[in-house]
């Protein structure tokens, strides 16, 4: 369809040492001509030299709808190279129907190598998780967001809020949470669960479980945030501290179902619950697949 | 024992196989062609090439067949096309006072230079259902033609504006935004409004002017002139530099004249609200002059209530590409944060329990 394009230059580069299978030759590698991702990476450089802030960028139609990942796609085609090894994950799975339409998408437009272990990635696309084993230096962490603003349910109106964040005024946020308190007798979000990053800019840590928050704070891999629709970017740099939001009489308190997963015995893993018939009966299972995967490998090898 | 799904590839493929063969339909029914489309439901591609923001009848038309007639999935195939087209430029203005005129109409006057000229238009039609188009559509006999008028047909709004009595608009001299190439900020000047107007969901546009002629930001609107044809496009490359014309376009302009400003010291004018839309699109150029207007409150002084004067309300939301992604993406799976909401809401379940008990 892009017969026009001028011709791309030889991509070379990326993290990791994964051999990439062949691409469409229609397009540019990953999807985007260089123009664009040229304007993409000037944004995730700003984001990178200012934590947490939320850079507007020229964002792109994507052949994806919007509410579907078009930010983390972006930003995922801007960094990836040919050796990178992407693995992509939909509330934790990679065999999601979102996820595997994703992976189906770069392993078309860049031919790159994709996995499902979390230690074998370079670049990791996710909705909603972050994975449960520890990542390093050597990886990034791409997350798509629907809504970058973390105040917007508070303030809809972007102008304002853009004011808000100059002047570091943050107190709508700190009411609500203590009107949650006032309320219920405690904070009630229990995902999307506003972070400050580096002690000065509120963020949105895009809809993952509260549970995964302790996560991003100093964690060694870069974190990337693209929000297609809403046309902004952040980040999280390595080793950068990222606090939860709470009260000293009110500690943060990251949620999880209080059950060992049925598969692998993890009793430290986020779980989903899944019902198994329809007079209450439920099973609790890894929500992260390849960590459940690993920890039954490992349980199988030793018995 | 319990296996989580796999297998997610497999259904992909399994779901998009189905579809395909449902797009074709019962294969004992000869299939659509795109050239039937263009031609016979041209309306269609005509709102599919609007709200896609591309002028090509041809791709827009099969763009309604890939999408099953689902215009605002043809709409977001489009533009999804579009994005991937290299840019070589801008076009000169169009001037839309040289249009080859299909239709133009006036509510202001009852006769003007040029005349009323009623084209090819459902309006005065009565509304039954015209059961001999289903019992096979045989050509009719060919309309009635006369020789155009030779008078030129010169914008309503430009006579009202000769007379001092029609606000003129300034041209900044500024190289317009480009809302796909650099985000919206707040406020947003005149051009990208329109712009972001222009390839807005008509649906939503019709809501919004609507509300306003119910008392959400009223203002007094007549439509001046509405004009449907072809206008040219000009364009000058670097390496010549002087305009060529490069081809026509199909376009609907509606100049809506509204309520008048002025104060003891500036003599009253009438100002604009204007519609340019793609193809033949009335009901959408209307729709787009009403809520261009209404959202010109601020600077014309004038109270900021209704959504429709609102800018962020409106540009935000007009889309409807970036409404029916966010909307839908409501399908895709959130069950973590679904958990998370589970288990919080069990505990303060748990506390309001325990404390009635007590």
């Known amino acids: ?303 | 024992m319990y296996v989580a799904t796999k297998g997610g590839e497999q259904a992909i493929g399994a779901a998009h196989a189905w579809l395909d063969e449902i797009r074709r339909g019962d294969p004992a029914q000869p299939a659509i062609d795109v050239a039937q489309i263009e031609d016979q439901l041209g309306l269609a591609v005509d709102r599919v090439m609007a709200e896609g923001s591309c002028h090509d009848r041809g791709l827009a038309a099969l763009a309604v067949k890939q999408a099953r007639g689902d215009l605002i999935e043809a709409a977001f195939l489009l533009r999804a096309y579009r994005t991937t087209l290299p840019r070589f430029g801008a076009s000169a203005p169009l001037d839309t006072a040289r249009m080859a005129i299909r239709r133009r109409i006036s509510a202001t006057y009852k006769d003007l230079p040029g005349g009323q000229v009623l084209g090819p238009t459902f309006d005065y039609t009565h509304r039954l259902l015209d059961f001999r188009l289903a019992a096979g559509d045989a050509v009719p006999p060919p309309a009635p033609t006369a020789m155009p008028d030779p008078a030129p047909s010169p914008r309503v709004t430009e006579l009202l504006a000769r007379e001092g009595l029609m606000q003129r608009e300034v041209d900044a001299g500024a190289e317009p935004g480009d809302l796909t190439r650099a985000p919206l900020a707040f406020p947003a000047d005149r051009p990208l409004r329109l712009q972001a107007l222009a390839r807005g969901d008509e649906g939503f546009l019709l809501g919004l002017g609507y509300s306003t002629q119910r008392g959400y930001g009223n203002n007094h609107p007549f439509v001046g002139e509405i004009r449907v044809g072809d206008v040219a496009v000009e364009f000058t490359p670097p390496e010549l530099g002087f305009p060529v014309e490069i081809g026509e376009i199909g376009v609907t302009e509606c100049q809506m004249v509204n309520q008048f400003t002025g104060s003891r010291t500036e003599p009253p004018q009438f100002t604009r609200g204007y519609g340019l839309v793609f193809g033949h699109a009335e009901r959408k150029a209307m729709s787009m002059a009403l809520v261009d207007r209404s959202l010109r409150a601020g600077e014309l002084g004038e109270d900021t209530t209704a959504p429709a004067q609102d800018q962020e309300f409106v540009l935000y939301h007009c889309d409807n590409v970036e409404a029916t992604g966010f909307v839908e993406h409501l399908k895709l799976p959130h069950y973590v944060d679904f958990q998370s909401e589970l288990e919080n809401v069990r505990t303060m379940r748990e506390t309001a329990l325990k404390a009635a008990g007590e």
């Open chain 1, 1 to 303: 369809m892009t017969g026009t394009t001028q011709a791309p230059s030889p991509p070379t580069g990326g993290r990791g040492s994964g051999e990439g299978g062949t691409r469409d030759p229609g397009y540019n590698f990953a999807y985007l001509d260089e123009s664009t991702k040229r304007m993409i990476r000037r944004a995730i450089l700003k984001a990178v030299a200012i934590p947490g802030h939320q850079v507007p960028f020229g964002s792109r139609e994507m052949p994806l709808p919007y509410g579907w990942g078009t930010g983390g796609i972006q930003v995922t085609a801007a960094i990836l190279g040919p050796a990178d090894v992407l693995k992509v994950i939909d509330q934790g799975a990679d065999d999601t129907t979102n996820a595997v339409s994703i992976r189906a998408f770069f392993r078309r437009v860049a031919g790159v190598a994709t996995t499902e272990r979390t230690a074998e990635a370079t670049v990791i696309q996710t909705r909603h998780r972050i994975p449960e084993r520890a990542l390093h230096e050597d990886q990034v962490l791409v997350y798509q967001v629907p809504i970058p603003e973390p105040l917007m349910r508070l303030e809809p109106r972007i102008a304002e809020t853009k004011r808000l964040h100059a002047m570091a005024d943050y107190g709508l946020m700190h009411v609500k949470l203590y009107e949650d308190i006032a309320r219920h007798g405690h904070i009630a979000t229990s995902y999307n669960y506003p972070v400050m990053v580096n002690g000065r800019y509120l963020m949105s840590p895009s809809p993952i479980p509260a549970f995964d928050n302790p996560k991003m704070d100093r964690m060694p891999a870069l974190q990337l945030f693209g929000a297609g629709r809403e046309k902004r970017i952040y980040a999280v740099p390595p080793y950068t501290p990222v606090r939860s939001l709470d009260f000293e009489d009110h500690p943060f308190r990251p949620i999880r179902a209080q059950h060992p997963c049925t598969l692998c015995g993890s009793t430290d893993s986020y779980l989903d619950e899944v019902l198994t018939d329809d007079v209450g009966g439920r099973i609790f299972v890894c929500s992260d697949t390849d960590w459940c995967g690993e920890r039954q490998q490992a349980k199988a090898a030793v018995e």
